[in-house]
């Protein structure tokens, strides 16, 4: 398990740090390898990003109001970064029953303790359980 700390920074730029953090330690394992990602998040502004890249980059990352937008920075490193990573975003239903959350976090628990394994079977059967359970 690796730790950073970020300073200056608020919920919603913590949020993009933290993704951005871990795309680019996904970016320098997978540099000579095609790797398809899926990230799933309960964040309407990330699941967004994709959709609104577009638009931010015409106007070059500026409101109507012609005013900068706030985290343009990290913005513009999460284009780069999905460019080069094959990347599907999945929202997922923010308060999620209990049970649900224990689940998923009892498999992070068990991903921790077990480095290296793929586990990719585990976590789809997981996730359709899961989904069933809403």
């Not at 996904?26 to 309407?44: F, I, R, W």
């Not at 990290?74 to 780069?80: A, P």
């Not at 959350?101 to 789809?124: D, M, Q, T």
């Amino acid at each position: 398990m690796r730790v950073r700390f970020f300073e200056q920074t608020n919920s919603t730029r913590l949020e993009l740090q933290t993704l951005l953090w871990a795309l680019d330690e996904t970016n320098a394992l997978a540099s000579d390898h095609e790797l398809a990602l899926t990230v799933y998040k309960y964040s309407q502004n990330i699941i967004g990003l994709p959709e609104r890249r577009f638009h931010l980059e015409r106007n070059n990352y500026f409101s109507s109001k012609n005013r900068q937008r706030n985290n343009y920075d990290l913005y513009q490193e999460f284009y780069r970064l999905i460019s080069k990573l094959n990347c599907e975003f999945v929202k997922v239903v923010g308060h999620q029953h209990l049970a649900g959350k224990a689940g998923l976090i009892n498999y992070l628990v068990w991903l921790i303790k077990h480095p290296g394994v793929r586990c990719e079977k585990i976590f789809s059967t997981w996730m359709k359980q899961s989904i069933e359970l809403y």
